[in-house]
């Protein structure tokens, strides 16, 4: 845990703390919830061909830095790629490249507070999703993506955002890929908190209640758990056999609690962030697509 976090849950746990000590101490807390921003050249796409940069509009009044590409082919889905925490698009171009090389449009970006985007307060699952439907009403309003099926493609609580996304716009989404999706944030937060050796009762349980008062919403409504049962665009879960981040148990249960989508797992050789066999890995994921013309 971090060094200045015991001093204020000390503070706060005396009744004289008062409202104000609590205050700063969930002000503490919200900017602790902002990644180390991660600044990859961004200029590799564009100068390889694959993509042209765009801004797209977000929740108030923020931009996201983005980059697309329209299909190479009639009737080509478009992909949209959602990173991790921490992360940037730039770190998706090892699968952004070989799936736009096979005809696939693409719309990628850097969310809230990561990469080259704008900042916010801080970030957070729910803000994740937000700026995956600012994405998907700015592909609503280019004439190359008329027509062509929306994928998501999101990695760790990108993937979560994006099974979020397909259930709240599930007439916009044609199905999701999701990368080492974890299955629950707030059993992902307790796993953060054991290895930093802090005791769930009584200073963890709080710290999480108050994540969660910050973020507005809570984890039991946002866990991808609640909303693998609702779904019912094809969902193709991809996890790493090693990965110590999110354990492969997490996307069994996703798939276990699906009811109406059609869902393959894969657990594949590889670690939380890629698939050794990354070709193999691309080609399984161009044929989850292919597999369901329905969604195409």
């Known amino acids: 845990m971090p060094d200045w976090l015991w001093p204020l849950l000390a503070l ?9 000590l609590r205050a700063a101490l969930l002000n503490r807390l919200r900017r602790s919830l902002t990644p180390e921003r991660v600044r990859l050249p961004c200029a590799l796409p564009p100068a390889q061909g694959i993509l042209q ?69 801080y970030s957070a699952l729910p803000r994740f999703a937000e700026d995956i439907e600012a994405a998907l009403d700015w592909l609503a309003g280019q004439d190359w993506a008329h027509g062509a099926p929306r994928w998501l493609i999101g990695h760790s609580v990108g993937a979560a955002a994006s099974l979020w996304t397909a259930r709240r716009r599930a007439g916009d989404v044609a199905g ?25 009762w009584p200073l963890g349980r709080w710290l999480l209640a108050q994540i969660q008062h910050i973020i507005g919403h809570r984890f039991d409504d946002i866990a991808p758990l609640a909303h693998m049962p609702h779904l019912r665009c094809p969902v193709l879960l991809i996890h790493g056999e090693r990965d110590d981040t999110i354990p ?13 989508a059609p869902t393959q797992l894969l657990c594949l050789p590889g670690d939380h962030e890629r698939a050794d066999d990354l070709p193999g890995c691309v080609a399984q994921i161009q044929h989850f697509i292919a597999a369901h013309p329905a969604a195409r």
């Open 176 to 200: 999701v890929v999701s990368l080492s999706a974890f299955a629950h944030p707030g059993e992902l937060m307790r796993r953060w908190l054991a290895s930093k050796r802090m005791p769930y």
């Open 248 to 260: 492969p148990d997490d996307a069994r249960r996703l798939q276990a609690a699906a009811r109406h």
């Open 53 to 121: 940069p765009c801004r797209i509009a977000t929740v108030g009044g923020l931009s996201l830095a983005g980059w697309h590409s329209p299909p190479g082919r009639p009737g080509a889905p478009v992909l949209l790629f959602v990173h991790g925490w921490g992360g940037s698009a730039a770190q998706l171009l090892p699968l952004i490249a070989p799936l736009h090389a096979a005809g696939y449009g693409v719309l990628a970006w850097d969310a809230r507070c990561h990469g080259h985007s704008d900042d916010d307060s």
């Open 12 to 20: 706060a746990a005396a009744p004289a703390a008062g409202r104000a």
